[in-house]
């Protein structure tokens, strides 16, 4: 009995072990095969080396393309048994990182993802220039006849058409052509790739003149995106219809994104028939009308992107119906009033976005929309919340992000302190800037111990910061500049040692910097500017490894600077301090990376290092209103990105570097207030770039040099006052056609000024408005930018310029200030009349030289002129009367002349002092004591009657002239005209003339014998 047991446990054994053999060999064939796939086919890899030959490859992308085994090169997959190519995936670098961000949070989050990171811009960083190029692309991909996907997303194919060899690819399941700068029209052919599950051609530059009707021919089409591709789907003929036609019978399609399309009609009604339908995009296509009804039965809709249109009402129905919906997107249309109904009860909500509309109010049932995880209402006109913030807060427990950025509302909108109904609040990002919140930071701030991001700028909020805000470790960004907050700087933020961006700029703290910012050792930009913070700067630049933008300017801080790292710093602002010492001389090497550094307006000594000139990338150097002394180190090179250079107001000695003159990107210099001598540079003429030309106040000498528009065609302010240059003023200066700012005062400059003075063309009215109307759009754009320190504009150049009689210093407002200051030089000979036609000069000083003649009788055409002195010359004649017009001269100084006749009674000329007249012996009238004769009185209205009287008088002179001319010239030619042409005439009278010669001899002779007679005789004789 055993022994049959025994057997029967060897027999189970034995099957047991040869079952596991089998097993074995399965396993080990299976795996074999698994290994050791087989290689591609001859003629396939053949095919795809052609494709490369087509192909222009800068970046080596297809490096790995080389061997027997194409399955193995990058972007290639083969069939696993018969090692046919079914993929062929060249997705540049740039759209797979861009598809990767995209996936962060989930593929359909993309508003997240836009507000979270700028992936475009991270992603260009490392991949912008890797990608294939191609024009005529070979057709040897034909050889693929199992090829099932197909990817030449984000490469360049110059505007060329989409290759005609595609649409014979019947074997695609998958194509994407996006963002590949593909042009001209779209290939009728695509719809013979009737076996298309998912087709992109988004983002090219397609022809409008393209049919898409073969769309249509694709009846197993699920996603397609044809968003952005420059073209109007619209019917330019009988032959073509718009892209919504071409849809109306896909009704298999699950993902549809037409955005950035000018389609310009109303959305239709069969769009309700998509029932499968889960993303919809329609955003930026220029969509208007009522949306439909019919459009509430696509119920399975989870993502509807409508915004950025011109819908102006929502529909009467509640968006409630679509169960599935999501994501909602309404953002950018001209919806208006209270948040309507229509968006109340949506159960299954997570993203909602209303911005930029001009909604006024939120109504309290919004507070029921507890799915939320963003809620996007910015941008809008909201003045009043039935709901305020901390009940939303209180109720929306998974709201991720709020953005009520760009509205009006006040502190009443905050609400209570009460956030007791969320066990947790999931809340990461706050956006409140720019309204008009005037109370105090809620103490129930920490509490959100989940926020990372939280911007309150821009508003009126008052009180200190509140101390929880150090509860708060996952802070990465805290902007609570451009507010009325006092106090000190909390100890407590040293605890958010997550935070990479600190802002408090712009309020009235005081007290120091507190030592705990150094532990922040993640922080990336620190800005405590315009405050009134004390103290010595204590920032350790050694422990904040990572601080690449520092801006402590605007305050009262003292000390030395102290440089003992920062190799990440790119932009230094400690300007308008208190700050002592010298600049350390290694700073150029400690900080190598720097692009601004602004330590202008303290108390800095000593010289300025040579190794700034070896910082690559500075582009921004100001040094100004310090006391540096010593020689301008002739250091510096050509990086290709200098903006400024600023060494104005110091002690600095010797000339002017050579070395400048290889800036060639230099838009700025001042180099005004210094004791630079010598004459101009020659290299000067290189900087072609200038904006601003300020050498003043120095002990230049020479001659201007004769500088052409060729040389300086962008030049807008030339300022050489206060030096010694001598000579006369080049006429090539008039060919700087950009100028605005003229000043070559106080030099000893001779001759006359050029004649051709009228043609600076920027000091004209015409081209000044041109001006500001682009400064208003310079100024919008660097509103949109926000506030930053790395770009120097306009809005921050420093001039000084006497006007007036005081010297006035112009920043904000000096690309709008045009004025002409010739002053106190050796100038002789005339006003130049065409000096008139600069009508957009707002101060003209011509004071203290030596001209003569007469003030320019149309100087009433200078409509801008603020400011007129040509006091201490040598001006004789009458004040023009058409001097009235100008209603905007405010100063006007004419003492110190020879100037004669009435003085203007009109409009502004009752307000000048008597000294604007004084040392001009033959003026009279008011208000000098000297009265004039009534024939002298002139009024100086607004049809200058002086001048009429003076027309009247010349015109009777010419008309005395014009008769005395024409009677002689009458009587002349009356009898010399007549003897000369008529012979017998002639004969005639000169025989009349001797006959009575002859008479007159005769009896004049007689006369004489009887008179002598008479007088021997004693006796009268009658004759």
Same mark, same amino acid.
């Given at each position: 009995?055993?022994?049959?047991?025994?057997?029967?446990?060897?027999?189970?054994?034995?099957?047991?072990?040869?079952?596991?053999?089998?097993?074995?060999?399965?396993?080990? $064939?299976?795996?074999?095969?698994?290994?050791?796939?087989?290689?591609?086919?001859?003629?396939?890899?053949?095919?795809?080396?052609?494709?490369?030959?087509?192909?222009?490859?800068?970046?080596?992308?297809?490096?790995?393309?080389?061997?027997?085994?194409?399955?193995?090169?990058?972007?290639?997959?083969?069939?696993?048994?018969?090692?046919?190519?079914?993929?062929?995936?060249?997705?540049?670098?740039?759209?797979?990182?861009?598809?990767?961000?995209?996936?962060?949070?989930?593929?359909?989050?993309? #508003?997240?993802?836009?507000?979270?990171?700028?992936?475009?811009?991270?992603?260009?960083?490392?991949?912008?220039?890797?990608?294939? !190029?191609?024009?005529?692309?070979?057709?040897?991909?034909?050889?693929?006849?199992?090829?099932?996907?197909?990817?030449?997303?984000?490469?360049?194919?110059?505007?060329?058409?989409?290759?005609?060899?595609?649409?014979?690819?019947?074997?695609?399941?998958?194509?994407?052509?996006?963002?590949?700068?593909?042009?001209?029209?779209?290939?009728?052919?695509? *719809? $013979?790739?009737?076996?298309?599950?998912?087709?992109?051609?988004?983002? $090219?530059?397609?022809?409008?003149?393209?049919?898409?009707?073969?769309?249509?021919?694709?009846?197993?089409? !699920?996603?397609?995106?044809?968003?952005?591709?420059?073209?109007?789907?619209?019917?330019?003929?009988?032959?073509?219809?718009?892209?919504?036609?071409?849809?109306?019978?896909?009704?298999?399609?699950?993902?549809?994104?037409?955005?950035?399309?000018?389609?310009?009609?109303?959305?239709?009604?069969?769009?309700?028939?998509?029932?499968?339908? !889960?993303?919809?995009?329609?955003?930026?296509?220029?969509?208007? *009308?009522?949306?439909?009804?019919?459009?509430?039965?696509?119920?399975?809709?989870?993502?509807?992107?409508?915004?950025?249109?011109?819908?102006?009402?929502?529909?009467?129905?509640?968006?409630?119906?679509?169960?599935? #919906?999501?994501?909602?997107?309404?953002?950018?249309?001209?919806?208006?009033?209270?948040?309507?109904?229509?968006?109340?009860?949506?159960?299954?909500?997570?993203?909602?976005?209303?911005?930029?509309?001009?909604?006024?109010?939120?109504?309290?049932?919004?507070?029921?929309?507890?799915?939320?995880?963003?809620?996007?209402?910015?941008? @809008?006109?909201?003045?009043?919340?039935?709901?305020?913030?901390?009940?939303?807060?209180?109720?929306?427990?998974?709201?991720?992000?709020?953005?009520?950025? !760009?509205?009006?509302?006040?502190?009443?909108?905050?609400?209570?302190?009460?956030?007791?109904?969320?066990?947790?609040?999931? #809340?990461?990002?706050?956006?409140?800037?720019?309204?008009?919140?005037?109370?105090?930071?809620?103490? $129930?701030?920490?509490?959100?111990? @989940?926020?990372?991001?939280?911007?309150?700028?821009?508003?009126?909020?008052?009180?200190?910061?509140?101390?929880?805000?150090?509860?708060?470790?996952?802070?990465?960004?805290?902007?609570?500049s451009n507010n009325n907050l006092t106090g000190t700087i909390p100890m407590y933020l040293d605890q958010l040692v997550n935070i990479t961006s600190l802002d408090f700029s712009n309020n009235l703290l005081n007290g120091s910097i507190p030592e705990g910012l150094n532990q922040l050792v993640n922080l990336d930009r620190l800005d405590l500017s315009r405050n009134k913070l004390d103290g010595r700067i204590c920032i350790d630049f050694q422990k904040l490894v990572e601080l690449s933008h520092l801006d402590l300017s605007f305050n009262n801080l003292d000390g030395t600077i102290r440089m003992e790292g920062g190799w990440q710093m790119l932009d230094l602002d400690m300007s308008h301090n208190q700050i002592s010492g010298s600049i350390p001389e290694n700073i150029g090497y400690i900080m190598p990376n720097l692009e601004t550094l602004l330590l202008g307006n303290n108390h800095i000594n000593g010289s300025i290092p040579k190794s700034l000139c070896q910082v690559d990338d500075l582009s921004i150097l100001d040094l100004s209103k310090n006391t540096l002394s010593g020689k301008i180190p002739d250091c510096w090179k050509d990086n290709e990105v200098w903006e400024e250079i600023n060494l104005s107001s110091n002690k600095l000695s010797g000339i002017i570097p050579s070395s400048f003159g290889n800036l060639s990107s230099l838009e700025w210099l001042h180099l005004n207030n210094n004791s630079l001598h010598g004459e101009f540079l020659v290299s000067v003429r290189n900087l072609t770039q200038l904006l601003i030309l300020d050498l003043g106040e120095n002990q230049l000498s020479g001659t201007i040099p004769s500088w052409t528009a060729e040389t300086f065609s962008s030049l807008q302010i030339l300022r050489l006052r206060q030096n010694m240059l001598s000579g006369s003023i080049p006429s090539q200066i008039c060919q700087l056609s950009s100028l605005k700012i003229l000043d070559l005062s106080r030099n000893a400059l001779n001759g006359s000024i050029p004649w051709c003075i009228c043609n600076l063309r920027g000091m004209t009215l015409e081209r000044h408005n041109l001006s500001f109307t682009s400064l208003v759009a310079e100024g919008v754009a660097a509103a949109a930018k926000g506030s930053q320190i790395i770009h120097k504009d306009w809005q921050t150049e420093d001039v000084i310029e006497v006007v007036k009689g005081s010297e006035r210093d112009y920043i904000r407002i000096l690309k709008l200030v045009v004025?002409?200051?010739?002053?106190?030089?050796? #100038?002789?000979?005339?006003?130049?009349? *065409?000096?008139?036609?600069?009508?957009?000069?707002?101060?003209?000083?011509?004071?203290?030289?030596?001209?003569?003649?007469?003030l320019p009788i149309m100087i009433g055409n200078m409509k801008s002129l603020e400011c007129f002195d040509v006091s201490s010359n040598q001006l004789s004649g009458t004040i023009p009367s058409s001097m009235s017009a100008l209603t905007s001269l405010s100063q006007l100084n004419l003492s110190h002349n020879n100037l004669s006749g009435p003085i203007p009674t009109g409009n502004q000329f009752l307000t000048y002092d008597p000294s604007s007249y004084s040392d001009n012996p033959y003026l009279c009238g008011s208000p000098l004591p000297k009265k004039c004769g009534n024939s002298h009185q002139v009024q100086g209205n607004g049809e200058f009657e002086d001048d009429e009287d003076s027309k009247k008088d010349k015109l009777e002179k010419w008309l005395f002239y014009f008769v005395v001319v024409a009677g002689f010239a009458t009587g002349f030619w009356g009898v010399i005209g007549t003897l000369w042409f008529k012979k017998t005439w002639r004969h005639a009278y000169f025989r009349r003339a001797e006959d009575l010669a002859d008479w007159i001899y005769v009896t004049t002779a007689i006369r004489m014998s009887k008179l002598k007679k008479w007088m021997m005789n004693g006796n009268y004789v009658d004759v």
């Open positions: 009995m055993r022994i049959n047991t025994y057997q029967n446990v060897a027999a189970c054994a034995l099957v047991v072990v040869l079952v596991l053999a089998e097993l074995c060999i399965i396993y080990a $064939n299976s795996s074999t095969t698994l290994i050791h796939s087989p290689p591609c086919l001859e003629r396939e890899r053949q095919a795809l080396v052609k494709f490369k030959a087509s192909l222009n490859d800068p970046s080596n992308l297809l490096s790995s393309w080389h061997g027997h085994d194409c399955c193995r090169w990058e972007g290639i997959r083969c069939e696993n048994v018969t090692g046919h190519v079914v993929m062929l995936d060249l997705t540049t670098p740039f759209e797979k990182c861009r598809r990767s961000f995209s996936k962060i949070v989930r593929p359909e989050d993309h #508003l997240l993802v836009e507000y979270d990171l700028n992936d475009d811009y991270d992603c260009d960083l490392v991949y912008v220039n890797q990608y294939l !190029e191609g024009v005529d692309v070979d057709s040897s991909l034909l050889e693929l006849k199992h090829l099932a996907h197909l990817d030449l997303s984000g490469n360049r194919f110059n505007s060329s058409p989409i290759p005609m060899f595609i649409g014979s690819m019947q074997s695609l399941r998958y194509l994407s052509l996006s963002h590949a700068v593909f042009g001209g029209i779209i290939p009728s052919n695509l *719809g $013979n790739l009737t076996n298309l599950h998912f087709l992109d051609l988004s983002r $090219n530059n397609f022809l409008p003149e393209s049919n898409i009707n073969w769309i249509s021919q694709l009846p197993l089409l !699920e996603q397609l995106d044809m968003s952005s591709l420059y073209i109007s789907f619209q019917d330019n003929n009988r032959a073509t219809v718009s892209i919504l036609d071409a849809l109306q019978n896909m009704t298999s399609l699950v993902h549809l994104n037409l955005g950035g399309n000018n389609i310009s009609s109303s959305i239709p009604s069969w769009f309700g028939n998509f029932k499968k339908l !889960e993303y919809l995009d329609l955003s930026s296509c220029w969509l208007h *009308g009522p949306i439909p009804n019919a459009f509430q039965n696509a119920t399975s809709i989870k993502l509807l992107d409508l915004s950025d249109n011109n819908f102006d009402s929502l529909p009467s129905w509640s968006f409630h119906k679509f169960e599935k #919906l999501k994501h909602l997107f309404l953002s950018s249309n001209n919806f208006q009033g209270i948040i309507p109904n229509a968006l109340r009860n949506m159960t299954s909500i997570e993203i909602l976005d209303i911005s930029q509309n001009t909604f006024s109010s939120v109504p309290s049932w919004f507070v029921e929309l507890k799915t939320l995880v963003y809620l996007g209402l910015s941008n @809008n006109n909201l003045t009043y919340m039935e709901c305020s913030i901390s009940s939303i807060l209180k109720n929306m427990c998974h709201l991720k992000m709020l953005n009520l950025a !760009e509205n009006r509302l006040r502190k009443e909108s905050i609400g209570n302190n009460d956030l007791s109904n969320c066990i947790r609040h999931d #809340l990461e990002v706050v956006y409140l800037s720019n309204n008009l919140f005037n109370g105090t930071i809620p103490q $129930n701030i920490g509490q959100l111990v @989940n926020l990372r991001d939280l911007d309150a700028s821009n508003n009126y909020l008052k009180g200190t910061i509140p101390q929880n805000i150090g509860q708060l470790v996952n802070l990465g960004d805290l902007d609570l004025m002409m200051d010739l002053s106190e030089n050796n #100038l002789v000979g005339s006003i130049p009349k *065409g000096i008139t036609l600069l009508d957009g000069l707002h101060s003209l000083n011509l004071s203290n030289n030596h001209l003569i003649g007469e």
